[in-house]
């Protein structure tokens, strides 16, 4: 392999710590609401909620507001929210094709966010930075809402767990998505919420959270060094680590038994 081509210099906390921070509050979350989502076999809501969120800010985007600014926040929040109340009365009317209805409201969502972007000359790169995220550029300003929101949605979670009902779970997970969708994009979004899960599905009840954020911790650091040293989309790459990782994990966890 030629060094010369490896990126060595950019493996400095500058970079990467913020971006790791990032990544480690999103899993803090999607990691145990993952494992709720798979538990109840609503995988793609996850998606759904996050181009929700995601059409949230292109409208602000639509509308001039500025970006990180505090409408933009409202307007995803707002979005999400509103999603997460269809998806509530979805499931009890048409609980038989929840699936299939979470899908079609992704559908929407997206073309609804490329026909807003149809006239953006920035549209392409815009919508690309909600799919794939910036996670190499989050900065620290971004991260305390992001940990102040994270410590109120694990409060609620681990200690309202059990009364929060179907109305207070979509509501809490239209919250984690809407804060988690523009740090890291769509893509990572649902791959934290969805690949852990898959990882330690057949584990003991008492392992599946700590050994899905170990698994996710090892796959963002992983992910960030590598698309750090070869110049990679930190997003892609991330993805990729968590499905490898998720399978090495699972294979030890087997050859153990």
């Known amino acids: 392999m030629n060094l010369n081509m490896l990126n060595l210099d950019t493996l400095n906390l500058s970079i990467l710590g913020p971006a790791m921070l990032a990544g480690l509050l ?62 509530t009365w979805t499931e009890k009317r048409w609980p ?24 953006n000359p920035h549209g392409g ?3 690309k930075d909600l799919l794939a995220g910036q996670i190499l550029w989050v ?15 694990l409060g609620l979670w681990f200690g309202l767990k059990e009364r929060l009902g179907r109305t207070g779970f979509y509501m809490l997970f239209a919250l984690a998505v809407t804060a988690s969708v523009q740090l890291v994009g769509v893509y ?7 690949m852990p899960a898959i990882a ?13 954020y170990l698994i996710g911790a090892i796959a963002y650091a992983l992910g960030l060094a590598l698309s750090a040293i070869f110049d990679l989309p930190s997003g892609a790459v991330i993805v990729w ?9 699972n294979l030890l966890a087997n050859l153990s038994k």
């Open 139 to 153: 900065s620290t300003s971004q991260l305390i809402p992001t940990a102040f929101i994270t410590s109120l949605i």
């Open 26 to 87: 999103v899993l803090a979350t999607h990691v145990p609401l993952g494992q709720q989502v798979l538990k109840r076999g609503i995988v793609f809501i996850d998606l759904a909620v996050a181009q929700i969120a995601a059409l949230g800010v292109i409208a602000a985007d639509a509308m001039g507001w500025e970006p990180q600014g505090l409408q933009v926040q409202v307007s995803a929040i707002l979005a999400a929210m509103l999603g997460a109340l269809l998806l």
């Open 125 to 127: 790169e815009h919508l």
């Open 96 to 119: 038989e094709v929840q699936e299939a209805l979470i899908g079609a409201i992704f559908v929407l969502a997206a073309s609804a966010g490329i026909l807003l972007l149809a006239n």
């Open 200 to 212: 330690v599905r057949n584990w003991p009840q008492s392992k599946k959270v700590m050994g899905g």
């Open 188 to 194: 990572l979004v649902f791959s934290s919420l969805i």
């Open 241 to 249: 680590c968590l499905a490898a990782t998720g399978i090495v994990c």
